[in-house]
C-alpha cells in the first residue's frame, strides 16, 4: 500500500511595509517677500506711520507743566490730557474695551480683517522689521542668496547691521512703552545716568525683547498659531464682507502667455500664473486657492496683481476686496457698497454709537472729584462729653481737577447731628486726602443705626458736590 504525501505549501509572508513617520507639526518655511507698490500699500504705510508717530511722540507733550498721558499706577492716577482718572473710574476702562469691541465686530462685519492687515501692532512693527531688512540685506532675491550662502565675513556683516538695528529699535519700543507708566523725561535722565529702577529696566527689556521676537523671527507664526482672532474670524463674517478674493471664473484656467498672446486663443484665463501673489504675501499664502484663515486681509497681492494685468493690459481687479454675494451675483462696486449697509452693519453701528455717546455725555456730566467714607473700625460709636454720641469716619477726598480746591464738610440726616471736626478741608491737585471726621448727635437719640448724608462743597468750584450716603450707629 502506497502512501502520497501532499504537501501543502504555506504562502510566501509578504514584506511589511516600511514604518512611515508622519509629523503633526510643519517646520516653518522662512518668508521673504516681494516688495511692492499700490494703493493697498500705501493705506497700510500710512496706518504705520499714523501709529507709530502717535506711539512714540504722545509721551513727550505736556498738559500743565506734567506729561499729558501717563498712567501713574505708583500714586494710581492716570492722566489723559485735562482729565484725571483714578481707579474708581473704572468704569470709564469698561465703557472703551466694549466700545473696542463692538468697533471690531463692526469692522470685520464690513471688510474682515481690517484690523489685522492695517492696524494691528504685529502687523505694524513686521513691516518696519522687514523695512530695515530690506534697506540692510537687499530685495527677495538679494536675500534668499544670503541666506542659501554659506557664513562669511559679508553674511556676518549684514546679518550683524540687521539684528543690531532691530535691538536698537526694540528697546526704544520698550522705553517707550514704559514712558507711559512712568515720567518720560524723568525716565531719560535715569537711563543716562544709569540709576533705572529694577521695575522699569525689567519691562523696557520684556516689551523689546517682545518686539524683537514676534516681529523679526515669529512674524506671520504670530497671526497663524498665536492670534486667537484668525480662528473665530469666520463666525463674524457673511457672505456680504469684503475680503480679498480671486476671481475664479475669470482667471482659470491659469497659465504663463507671452504680453502679445491672445489667451482666449489658447483657451486660458486672466491669470498668468506668475505667483507674484504668493511672493508678497507675509503669510505666504495663494488666494487663489480661496478665503483662508492665515489671510490678515492686508491686499498686498491685489497690490501685486494689478500690476501684472497692467503689464499684459488686461483689466485690473483680478484679485481685489469683493464680496461673496458680489463675486456670484456679478455686482459692480456701487451694488456691492450699498449692501455693505445691511441691518447687521446698522445695528452694530447704532449700539456703538449709542455707548460712546452715553460714556461722552458721562465724562462730560462727570463731578471732577470723588469721596469714599469708611467707618472707623477701632470705635463704632462712643460717649463723649454731656452724654453726646460720637461716629468716627474716615474720608478719603480724591481731587480729580488741577485746582487746589478748599472743601466745606456737612452732615445731615438726624435731629442736632453736627461735626465735631474741622469743617473745611485744604485738597491739593490731584491730591488724595485722607482725614478722620468725627460726628455727634445729642444724648436721647433712638438707638440702633440711623441713615446719614455727608455734603461736600467746594468754596473754589461751585460746580464740586458731592452727597455720600453713611450710617450712624447709636449704641442701647
Known sequence: MSTTTAATAAPAASPEPDAVEISLYESRRKIQTRSVSGTFTHLRWAAVWFTQILFYALPWFNWNGRQAVLFDLLSRRFYLGGLVLYPQDFIYLTGLLVMSALSLFLFTAVAGRLWCGYACPQTVYTEIFMWIEKKIEGDRAARIRLDDAPMSGAKFARRGAKHLAWVLFALWTGFTFVGYFTPIRAQTAEVLAGTMGAWQTFWIFFYGFATYGNAGFMREQVCKYMCPYARFQSAMFDKDTLIVTYDAARGEPRGSRGKKVDPK????????????CVQVCPTGIDIRKGLQYECIGCGACADVCDEVMDKFGYARGLVKYSTQNAMTGGWDKAQTIRRALRPRVLVYSAILGAIAVAVGVSLYLRVPMKVDVIRDRGALARMVDQGRIENVYRLQIMNATEDRQLIRLAVEGMEGIALAS???????????????????????????????????????????????????????
Open 422 to 476: 474741622e469743617p473745611v478741608v485744604d485738597v491739593l491737585p490731584t491730591e488724595v486726602r485722607t482725614l478722620a471726621v468725627r460726628v455727634q448727635v445729642p444724648p436721647g437719640a433712638a438707638s440702633g443705626s440711623h441713615p446719614i448724608l455727608f455734603r461736600l462743597q467746594s468754596s473754589t468750584d461751585e460746580a464740586i458736590r458731592l452727597d455720600e450716603k453713611t450710617t450712624f450707629l447709636v449704641p442701647r
Open 265 to 276: 486663443e489658447k483657451g486660458l484665463g486672466s491669470c498668468v500664473d506668475c505667483t507674484l
